[in-house]
């Protein structure tokens, strides 16, 4: 049992980011004022035998001894709270951000394995729940050693008591663990099915258009059925064990007080001792149930915890099929020339690239245009090493991209997505995560050509936008991510299919922004706009993961036969599939 419990202490500290000092202060004050509780009834039997004795001198010694020890108590236990809240604070923000700085490098499997209600219920509740329990691991060693003290103690004055002592403790510790063990079980597996829930209405409410559109509530409310069966399959077990160990095993604490009792009655009538040590192990007894009881407490938050600490041990511990390592070359002087090398790329045993070969000068504005699946969003997720090629090399500026230090690179790599992200805050603090300077973040917004629109809100810049930006259009959405991207001053950027979200007249800026653009950097940007086409560079045409073709518009549309199947699906210079 001892050895169980030691197993999930390890794992526990395996994980805990606690502070060494403060752990250190918190068991020895739990050491202290639970060692001043184990005399308690000791002086409480001097006192009593002074008294009979009618030492008054005595009495009144033992009185002060045991007020000084009643405040070493108090006193001891306030530091121990003390030690207790500042390392679960500690433990809290270190452990958060741990697991903040995980998710930043997780990839597209990681929902695969922990999912999303999973993962939040681990933010929101696991973490905070590990920092408490260093106060329990404390508890378990310090109130161990009050019930050896306990034993001890008695055993000098009645070895058959201390015996009987010994095994009431030893079955009353027993079955309770028996009925923890089997509680927490289903307590997991309710967590189990919270997690489900999570993830069901996070799902539900995402897609609550569609929900109403395909009439999907019927079988939404049968899924959810299943999800509360589930539950309260779990809960009822759980609670059955929670009622065995939380009060049917007080039948065993009565029991054997009787016999106790009965046997300390006789042993005084026989002249064994006085009243003062009858009292003295009567009190033992009912200390060492209440101290078996903090032990057991203890067990159980462990146990209980135990849940959490495996759950971020996964998500700490997960690792990537596609982990991507970061160099530590700090070079910040480039030119922003980007070539693959014999580049190939395979997801789940399906290629997706083969045989990337290509160059792209500083500066240059290419276009990347292919149907869909061909394979432009994974080059663009090769190039901001979301993923690393199962096959082949990337080089920025003749360099191999996985040399360069993580700082270096996304400075110098930017995008701007299709659906970007907009944090609920201010325009200017979405803006200050690239550059705090105004003065930097207003000219950005002028080439996006979006500072007019900003200044025509009632609180310009200090404008809070709602979660995603949902209080503006998607083309002022996508402008403000557009000037973002501008803000990083980055030599490569990367524009994915950005004019899809965009109004006819929103759309026309475009055009007039990579003209401001070219010549300053390199613009690689995926496509289906046939004027965006026109005034590339080069266009370099994407046909089932390989490159069919490269050039002009009037060299493509010449040559290429896939390029003129491209141009004939294309409406004439607004929307259209995506390609």
């Known amino acids: ?63 002060f001894i045991y007020a000084i020890i009643c405040l070493g108590y108090r006193f001891s236990l306030f530091i121990n709270y003390k030690a207790y809240s500042w390392n679960v604070a500690h433990s809290y923000q270190a452990l958060q951000s741990k697991i903040f700085d995980k998710l930043i490098l997780i990839d597209h499997n990681f929902t695969k394995k922990i999912s999303k209600g999973q993962l939040m219920n681990t933010i929101n509740t696991d973490v905070f729940s590990i920092g408490e329990m260093v106060d329990e691991v404390a ?54 099915s919270e997690d489900k829930y999570s993830t069901f209405l996070g799902q539900t409410v995402s897609g609550l ?23 309260n399959k779990s809960y009822k077990k759980q609670h059955y064990y929670e009622a065995l160990r939380d009060g049917d095993i007080g039948l065993v604490y009565y029991i054997f007080q009787t016999l106790i009792y009965i046997i300390l009655i006789w042993q005084m009538s026989t002249g064994r001792f006085q009243i003062d040590i009858l009292i003295m192990i009567c009190a033992y007894h009912a200390d060492l149930i209440g101290y078996i009881g903090d032990f ?28 991507i390592r970061f160099g530590d070359l700090n070079l910040d002087k480039l030119k922003g020339s980007l070539t693959f090398k014999n580049v190939y790329f395979t997801l789940d045993r ?55 230090s993580r700082e270096v690179y996304t ?52 404008t809070i936008l709602r979660e995603n930006a949902t209080n503006i259009s998607g083309g002022q959405k996508q402008m403000i991510s557009i000037a973002r991207t501008i803000l990083t001053d980055a030599e490569v950027l990367l524009l994915d299919d950005i004019s899809t979200s ?24 995926i496509t289906k706009k046939p004027d965006l086409m026109k005034i590339a560079d080069r266009i370099i045409v994407l046909d089932h993961g390989k490159i069919s073709d490269s050039g002009t518009h ?25 390609v």
Request: glycine share 4%.
């Open 502 to 525: 965009l109004d006819p007249d929103t759309a026309k800026l475009i055009p007039r922004l990579i003209r401001k653009l070219s010549g300053k950097r390199t613009i690689i940007m």
């Open 1 to 63: 049992m001892l050895r169980d419990h030691i197993k999930l202490i390890r794992e526990y500290f395996g994980i805990a980011q606690i502070s060494p000092l403060l752990f250190a202060l918190n068991f020895i004050t739990a050491l202290l004022y639970k060692g001043l509780s184990v005399v308690r009834p000791f002086v409480i039997a001097l006192i009593i035998e002074a008294l009979t004795e009618g030492n008054a001198e005595k009495t009144y010694l033992y009185i």
């Open 139 to 192: 508890e378990y060693f310090t109130t161990l050693i009050q019930i050896l003290a306990v034993l001890i103690i008695s055993a000098t004055y009645s070895p058959p008591i201390a015996v009987i002592m010994f095994a009431s403790a030893t079955l009353y510790v027993a079955v309770q663990d028996l009925a923890d063990k089997h509680f927490n079980f289903y307590w997991w597996k309710t967590q189990h």
């Open 296 to 323: 057991m407490d203890a067990v159980k938050e462990i146990r209980l915890t135990n849940a959490s600490v495996r759950r971020v041990h996964t998500i700490l511990n997960y690792k990537s099929d596609q982990e």
């Open 350 to 404: 399906q290629k997706i690239l083969s045989d990337i070969n290509l160059k792209i000068r500083p500066h240059e504005f290419v276009a990347i245009v292919g149907t869909p699946g061909a394979g432009k969003t994974m080059l663009f997720n090769l190039i901001l090493r979301l993923n690393r090629p199962t096959k082949g090399k990337i080089y920025l500026d003749n360099t191999e991209i996985s040399e360069f």
């Open 554 to 578: 009037e060299g493509l549309m010449k040559r290429s036969s896939v390029y003129r199947h491209l141009q004939n699906k294309l409406p004439s210079q607004e929307g259209g599939n995506n």
């Open 209 to 231: 258009q569609e929900v109403r559109t395909f009439h999907m509530l019927p079988k939404l409310k049968h899924n959810l059925s299943k999800i509360q069966s589930n539950y």
């Open 411 to 462: 400075s110098n790599v930017a995008v701007a997505n299709q659906s970007p992200f907009i944090f609920n805050m201010s325009i200017r603090k979405n803006l200050d995560f690239v550059d705090t300077d105004i003065k930097h973040q207003i000219e950005a917004c002028k080439t996006a050509g979006i500072h007019d629109f900003i200044e025509s809100l009632p609180q310009g810049y200090n």
